[in-house]
């Protein structure tokens, strides 16, 4: 599926799972719908599984969206709290859209929990409280954290352990949310053949001595490193000791940078903990650095890699020589939590960090030029296969070492992607076969029950005789047109005082959308 095709069925309000492989596009298509909604008058929520993802996507993390905070569990007081809490539960209200980005990191129970609290405070027996949700990831990337404990009342909690798998994709709220899989296979970060048949061997299990010889060519020893390089480790430990030993051998004067931050001070954590940058920015004449963050004006993006040569003589900033020979003055920038339109939390940074070295974590979302990779020490599933795709080609590959689950991906995944795969090329079909006026018809009615305005050349044209009863049998939470029937009958229905709910289930349509009409048919106010 190519992003265009996954844009247009994002665009008709059905629950979607955004996946494909590293560098496909996932983030752009989504940026892209997310400013098309915002752009319609929208209200979006953007959150991830991390901090650090929720930096790259400009959002928050689910788990403070949702108010579940580190809760592993949920009971009806947990809920009762939430729900009571009039900055969430506004916050949960005026969204329309609720995007979960980074979803291979987020476990079944967190997720699970996260449907509760939006059908709880929006008051709603619909899954996810009538919100479009749309899950963006990879599941072949790192799994999430799961700590295992036995519960003295496992009776209390609302969210029952349904299943052994700690995947997402597994829990009851993905299953209900009925999702389409966009699987996008265009490729925009890799254009080296060889190195892309080398990580799709590793997706599909198939990797082989070929494939390991090709890795082989890549060792480096430790004392022939190349020069302005990033090494990747799988430990927090080796990061450090590295950025901070080849720092201090640097004989120059060190500058200082401070984050300063506003807002309230647990959202200003959960950004300092998700930003590439430090609080505390040290840096030399000569400190190899990653920019963290994209700037569309002074041509640098998260993954862009330079040295510092000088500090700008009035401003002080550092002065950074990229790989191809740019000099960019490195002004200070801001990561956010925006909502409604409003900041309610800032930290400003210098946007670099040292770059001698980063963990795998960390590096995930990111597109380099070049890393030094020690593999050795890998010890989860999809840890070595997000080290090795950060890089776009087999030449800018450099491996001290790996070990034998370095080029493993989870057996459940493996299994799970290939239903993935045939959902998508079914997803495919079903809409490519819509012609292309109702197709936009069927955006514009969709953003239209949202409550926003429709921008498009459409918007006054009008479609006769739609027949989209096809699509809703394959994907039933797919937006269906209102018709000038359709409006008659639940006039005679709404004189009869059947309630909303009672309505809904004639009409089988959210309850929401239920509301949303009545309103526009100026029954109720």
Same mark, same amino acid.
């Given at each position: ?13 059905? &629950? ?14 989504? $940026? ?10 929208? /209200? ?75 059908? /709880? ?53 993905? /299953? ?47 004392? &022939? ?13 080796? #990061? ?42 040290s840096l030399k004449i ?5 920019? %963290?963050?994209?700037?569309?004006? /002074? ?9 510092? #040569? ?11 020589? %990229?790989?191809? &020979? ?6 200070? *920038? ?38 030094? *990779? ?62 292309? +006026? ?47 029937? +359709?409006?008659?009958k639940l006039r005679i229905?709404?004189?009869? $005082? ?8 004639e009409f089988g349509r ?16």
């Open positions: 599926m190519t992003q265009k095709e996954a844009l247009n069925i994002l665009k008709t309000g059905v &629950n979607v799972f955004l996946t494909g492989e590293p560098g496909a596009g996932k983030t752009y298509t989504l $940026n892209e719908y997310v400013n098309y909604l915002r752009s319609s008058g929208v /209200e979006v929520a953007i959150t991830a599984s991390t901090g650090i993802a929720a930096t790259h996507i400009g959002g928050m993390t689910i788990h403070s969206w949702s108010g579940i905070g580190i809760k592993r569990k949920l009971d009806k007081y947990d809920l009762d709290k939430i729900y009571s809490s009039e900055y969430i539960s506004k916050r949960i209200n005026r969204a329309k859209v609720l995007v979960i980005d980074e979803v291979s990191m987020l476990s079944s129970e967190t997720l699970s929990m996260v449907e509760a609290v939006c059908r /709880e405070v929006k008051q709603s027996d619909e899954v996810f409280g009538g919100l479009q949700v749309i899950f963006v990831g990879d599941f072949f990337q790192l799994p999430p954290v799961v700590k295992r404990v036995e519960e003295q009342d496992p009776q209390a909690t609302l969210i029952p352990n349904e299943r052994e798998s700690i995947f997402a994709y597994d829990c009851f709220a993905w /299953e209900n949310a009925k999702p389409v899989v966009c699987y996008i296979t265009e490729q925009y970060r890799q254009d080296d053949r060889e190195f892309l048949s080398i990580l799709s061997a590793i997706r599909q299990n198939t990797f082989n001595k070929n494939h390991l010889y090709q890795i082989e060519k890549r060792k480096v020893q430790k004392d &022939n490193f190349p020069e302005n390089i990033p090494k990747l480790f799988s430990h927090n430990i080796n #990061v450090d000791f590295v950025n901070d030993e080849t720092l201090s051998k640097i004989e120059k004067e060190v500058k200082i940078f401070t984050m300063s931050s506003q807002g309230k001070e647990i959202l200003v954590s959960i950004l300092q903990k998700g930003c590439l940058s430090p609080e505390k920015l000569g400190a190899e650095v990653m920019f %963290t963050k994209n700037n569309q004006k /002074e041509k640098f993006v998260n993954g862009t890699l330079g040295v510092v #040569v000088d500090f700008h003589k009035s401003s002080k900033y550092p002065i950074v020589k %990229t790989k191809n &020979n740019r000099l960019i003055v490195v002004e200070p *920038m801001e990561w956010s939590v925006e909502e409604n339109g409003k900041i309610r939390a800032k930290i400003i940074q210098i946007p670099l960090r040292l770059a001698w070295a980063i963990t795998v974590h960390k590096s995930q979302g990111m597109s380099m030029d070049g890393a030094i *990779m020690d593999l050795s020490h890998v010890f989860e599933y999809g840890q070595g296969y997000v080290a090795l795709s950060r890089v776009r080609r087999l030449s800018g590959l450099y491996i001290i070492g790996f070990n034998e689950k370095a080029f493993q991906v989870h057996p459940d995944v493996l299994l799970k992607d290939k239903i993935f795969r045939t959902a998508s090329i079914d997803a495919e079909k079903v809409f490519s076969e819509i012609p292309s +006026d109702k197709l936009t018809k069927m955006h514009d009615d969709f953003v239209i029950s949202l409550g926003g305005k429709v921008i498009s050349k459409f918007k006054n044209k009008k479609i006769v005789n739609n027949n989209f009863e096809e699509i809703r049998k394959k994907f039933p939470n797919a937006y269906r047109p209102w018709v000038k029937d +359709d409006d008659e229905l709404f004189a009869k $005082n059947m309630s909303v709910k009672d309505i809904a289930k959210k309850r929401g959308a239920i509301t949303s009409r009545l309103e526009k048919l100026e029954l109720v106010k």
